[in-house]
């Protein structure tokens, strides 16, 4: 889930019964309840899980595994197995810690196969099942990108959405087999085109949450600047006259796109409570990294406009702590509409977009007003260990800290 998120912006536009949703999530009791705050998770080239700040999080989702011959495996077992082990001999220091484990992730394929027949569901969730037990973990994360659309090449197919219903369904009625509580989640999109490729109410009685993936709202693809992860509800009317807006409107006008507006947090999540999603069963996403233009024009500070070409990359949050935020050259501006930093280096015609400190404390009082379940983000080793981390400020603004 991270950069890989939403490549087709300007590609395409870029059980338990009824019952189940009516109950508040378990962990999420009601409205005033502290956001969950769930960190994704993928193991550092200097793994160190006793340095991990588990105190600091209620779940924590390991990543990858992925359809391997319809079932869920490691790539490699030998090596990801005993660092999954080793992360969830961490509940020790938080032993209310909910270790997890995320299957798929940008351009994993194999999930609309695997869904396609009752019986290739079955051997799916048999082998989730045994993959639980013996790790012990506290449930799982489907991260299918994305049931009836292509993302990054995968099939797709129209059956893709009643089979997504059937397969959390059947993961459902696994987990609730097992002697204690398991959690069901799924990634989902930031845009509404997702939605029509699945059957959201139906889909949202097995989940305990739906993981939003808010970020990547303007993609890698893009040869438009603006913001990847906005909180804030920005309308056409409020960029007009800019290049990414003119792109927007003719993305719009031409039936490629449902939204003549940008993506941001906060439309997303107003989407899903018109259409019946309980608050508290709603997590939205913060990107623990930002994406880099190059040859951006000086107007509007670089945000809106055309660049020289499609975004150069990506660096960790750390990365741009490290090295952007000391360089003179790189201004940092705010954004209040968006809700949203983003940094321009005008002798180097760079902007950056991304979040910090200021946004992702927003975001997380945001949660809190809103009555929504959680704040995730992917993913924690793109944090700086310094002091006054980006997890600092989600942590401190969940628990109502100043």
């Not at 999930?111 to 051997?123: G, I, V």
């Not at 018109?274 to 994406?291: L, N």
């Not at 070409?309 to 954004?335: M, N």
Request: hydrophobic share 35%; with cysteine.
């Amino acid at each position: 889930m991270n950069w890989k998120t939403i490549l087709l912006f300007f590609i395409v536009g870029c059980s338990q019964e009824s019952g189940r949703q009516e109950q508040a999530p378990a962990e999420s009791s009601s409205p005033a309840a502290a956001p969950l705050v769930m960190a994704y998770y993928v193991p550092e080239r200097d793994y160190q899980p006793e340095k991990i700040p588990v105190e600091k999080l209620t779940h924590i989702i390991y990543s990858f595994t992925h359809v391997i011959d319809g079932e869920m495996k490691f790539r490699n077992p030998a090596e990801a197995g005993p660092k999954l082990k080793a992360l969830v001999q961490q509940k020790k220091r938080n032993p209310e810690l909910k270790v997890m484990i995320a299957c798929g992730g940008w351009g994993a394929d194999g999930f609309s196969d695997m869904a396609l027949t009752e019986e290739s569901r079955e051997k799916f969730i048999q082998s989730a099942a045994d993959f639980i037990e013996a790790y012990q973990l506290d449930g799982m994360d489907m991260d299918w990108e994305y049931p009836g659309i292509s993302g990054a090449g995968t099939k797709a197919r129209e059956k893709d959405t009643k089979n997504f219903t059937l397969l959390m369904k059947g993961l459902r009625e696994m987990l609730d087999e097992f002697d204690t509580p398991k959690l069901l989640t799924f990634a989902s999109a930031g845009w509404k085109r997702y939605y029509d490729h699945i059957e959201l109410n139906e889909v949202m009685k097995h989940a305990d949450y739906t993981n939003v993936m808010t970020y990547d709202q303007v993609s890698g693809v893009s040869r438009y600047t603006g913001h990847h992860t906005p909180l804030g509800d920005v309308k056409s009317e409020d960029i007009l006259g800019t290049p990414f807006h003119a792109r927007l409107d003719s993305l719009y006008r031409s039936g490629a796109s449902k939204d003549p507006d940008p993506r941001s947090a906060e439309k997303i999540v107003n989407f899903l409570l018109e259409e019946g999603v309980d608050p508290r069963q709603i997590v939205i996403g913060s990107a623990f990294y930002g994406r880099v233009w190059e040859g951006v024009p000086p107007e509007n500070n670089g945000l809106y406009q055309l660049a020289g070409g499609i975004h150069i990359g990506w660096l960790a949050y750390h990365q741009i702590r490290e090295r952007y935020e000391p360089d003179s050259r790189f201004q940092r501006y705010w954004d209040e509409q968006a809700k949203a930093p983003f940094m321009y280096n005008a002798a180097d015609s760079l902007l950056v977009s991304y979040d910090d400190t200021v946004s992702v404390r927003l975001k997380t009082e945001y949660v809190r007003e809103k009555g929504l379940g959680g704040i995730m983000f992917w993913e924690l080793g793109n944090d700086t260990k310094e002091e006054g981390s980006l997890l600092d400020a989600i942590h401190d603004a969940a628990q109502g800290k100043e």
